[in-house]
């Protein structure tokens, strides 16, 4: 199966008394990697939690696959793995017994689980640390045990709030080049992030603030659109408004 392109049309959703989205649109197409980037409070966890099907939208659609091939939202849900802003880990448990413990979740076949998990700890360079329980794990590693975990089942949506917080310079990288290394044919990644300077590295940027969509676009666009040359501008820009 092929990677799952995702479209939000006119969303909004109410979190307790605060407008998270505005009437929001974003077409997420399938195998590239988009970047939801706003600053704090935008309103990016809320639209990744809708876009897994943990939130609904008070008013608008989220809908998913082609038009030739749409998917419903309990078929979209079975292929969507989801990494949320704080991943809670089993801190008494290795890295092995994590994957043992998704496989289990995810009812996997132990030989597809071999292959996957082998195939997953080589990539990202975690096999060395697979006997090391989460709870000892260095900010980047946790990180990468959490996306292990996700990508275990072989997701064609991945959703990813904030991987790169509190990872070091090197690990943001590899975390980078890891998901550039699994989206594509077989997978979109869709993730959030509020480091302005990470902007760039996606292929495609959606720029939220106060819950308003104000771009989407390749990130040289967008800035052209803004007349900026830094994405960070863009928001100080629209604040002063
Ligand atoms: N359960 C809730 N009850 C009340 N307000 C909420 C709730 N969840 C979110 N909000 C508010 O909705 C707005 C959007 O929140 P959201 O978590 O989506 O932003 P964010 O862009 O992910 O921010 P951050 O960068 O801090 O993670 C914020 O003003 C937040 O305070
Ligand atoms: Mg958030």
Not at 36 to 57: D, E, F, M, Q, Y
Not at 184 to 201: F, P, Q
Not at 223 to 234: K, N, S
Request: hydrophobic content about 40%; some cysteine.
């Amino acid at each position: 199966m092929a990677a799952l392109r995702a479209e939000v049309s006119k969303v909004s959703k109410k979190m307790g008394r605060v407008q998270a989205l505005r009437r929001v649109n974003a077409v997420f197409g399938a195998g590239e990697v988009h970047g939801i980037i706003g600053p704090n409070g935008a309103g990016k966890t809320t639209l990744i939690r809708l876009l897994a099907g943990l939130l609904h939208s008070d008013t608008g659609r989220v809908s998913y696959g082609e038009a030739a091939d749409p998917f419903s939202a309990a078929q979209a849900k079975r292929v969507t793995g989801y990494f949320p802003q704080e991943p809670s880990l089993y801190p008494d448990l290795t890295c092995e017994e994590h994957l043992e413990f998704f496989r289990d979740l995810y009812g996997l076949a132990q030989e597809e689980f071999v292959r996957r998990s082998e195939e997953l700890l080589q990539a990202t360079g975690m096999a060395p640390f697979k006997d090391r329980p989460a709870g000892k794990l260095s900010g980047g590693m946790y990180k990468k045990l959490g996306l292990m975990c996700v990508l275990l089942n072989r997701p064609k949506l991945l959703l990813l709030d904030e991987p790169t917080v509190g990872v070091d310079p090197v690990s943001r990288q590899e975390l980078w080049d890891l998901v550039y290394g699994f989206a594509g044919e077989n997978m979109t990644v869709i993730l959030s992030t509020s480091y302005m300077d990470e902007a760039g590295r996606c292929a495609r940027v959606h720029v939220l603030s106060g819950g308003e969509m104000l771009a989407s676009g390749a990130p040289q666009e967008v800035m052209a659109q803004f007349g900026v040359a830094d994405f960070a501008e863009i928001f100080l820009n629209h604040d002063r408004k």
